[in-house]
């Protein structure tokens, strides 16, 4: 199948206005804006290692905290991948993938269930990336599975610097992700559950 399997999504709130398209299907292109370099730079990362187009521009309330854009980058972003994913059919739906970022080893797996879960045992050495609060990936990642309907389990086997850990949270994401969205060309087309449907 030639076709590709994109989305475009539009989230306004009071506390952000965020315009995301992806294309599951592309080359790991991005052109991101959130206004949070690292997230930025995050976002990049999770596109080009997981071969998925992503445009997103993020206007949010950066002078309380970056929480809000974060958070809100990752519903639409989720939206934005389970849109694309459509009823899932012939697709693999389990991914996995362990990634090493310098002394950092995170672990990363996923199953495109319409399930959302997510189980997250990553700790940061430290309280701030930049200007961003590491909790707010653990934020980010809830909204990302929540919305995107996948189970995702995230876990930090080892690390000491805070943005290699992240980095490495976000490259085995996309890895696992671009892993479990692939065709499967032995199912011809079906959806991979007994039940039949995967639909959110």
Known sequence: MSHHRRASIQRATSETRIEAEI??????EARIATGVGFLDHMLTTLARHGAIDIVLRAEGDLHVDCHHTTEDTGIVLGRA???????????RRFGAATIPMDEALVEVAIDLSGRPFLAWEVTFPTQKIGEMDTELFLEWFRAFATNAGVTLHVRHKAGKNSHHIAEACFKALARALREAAERDPRTGGAVPSTKGSLAR
């Open 23 to 28: 294309d599951l299907d592309g080359t790991g």
């Open 81 to 91: 991948v389970a849109e694309a994913l459509g009823e899932r059919r012939g697709i």
